[in-house]
């Protein structure tokens, strides 16, 4: 707010966490407050660890969250949930993000939710790049179309990737 070049910069980074082409996973502890709820709202996978506080507080000091954050969390948290958060600018806990699907897990502490990052980033690893890229790219192009342009779009993406050398080695 006040600096449109810094937002436009915040902007950028984190719609480039939505389009670059692998999976991008946030590891959150300690606070996700402002700019790092917007940031994570924009990763495709989130984990906490017990100690994680999230809040969309702009409505609490006078503006209007403006990098994203109210555009994404809609879709993670449903709307009900995300005009919630922003009207109230209440601070929730891990197991009430957990609860309202703002994070897909909650580790006991910061060790073991970086030992759980790393496992799950070597889990979507170990499994065919091209599918795990063209599987981010059907999901995100989905997000404001129709189930059928969807299925149209995934037909013509898969076109591109049948026959691949991932997929013959899978078969093998």
């Not at 940031?39 to 006078?62: H, N, P, Q, Y």
């Amino acid at each position: 707010p006040g600096n449109p070049d810094m937002g436009e910069s915040f902007r950028g980074t984190y719609t480039y966490l939505l389009s670059v082409s692998k999976p991008v996973i946030a590891a959150i502890h300690g606070y996700c407050i402002g700019a790092g709820l917007d940031m994570v709202t924009a990763c495709d996978i989130r984990l906490c660890s017990r100690d994680a506080v999230f809040s969309l507080k702009e409505a609490a000091v006078g503006f209007v969250a403006d990098v994203g954050v109210l555009q994404r969390i809609p879709l993670i948290v449903g709307q009900g949930i995300a005009r919630e958060l922003a009207y109230t600018a209440k601070t929730i806990d891990a197991a009430r993000a957990r609860e309202i699907l703002l994070v897909n897990d909650v580790l006991e502490d910061r060790h073991a939710l970086h030992r759980r990052a790393e496992a799950l980033a070597a889990e979507i690893a170990a499994n065919a790049p091209l599918a795990v890229q063209a599987s981010k790219a059907v999901l995100n192009f989905g997000v404001d179309k129709t189930v059928d342009e969807g299925l149209r779009y995934v037909a013509a993406l898969s076109a591109t990737i049948v026959p691949s050398e991932d997929l013959f080695e899978a078969f093998t």
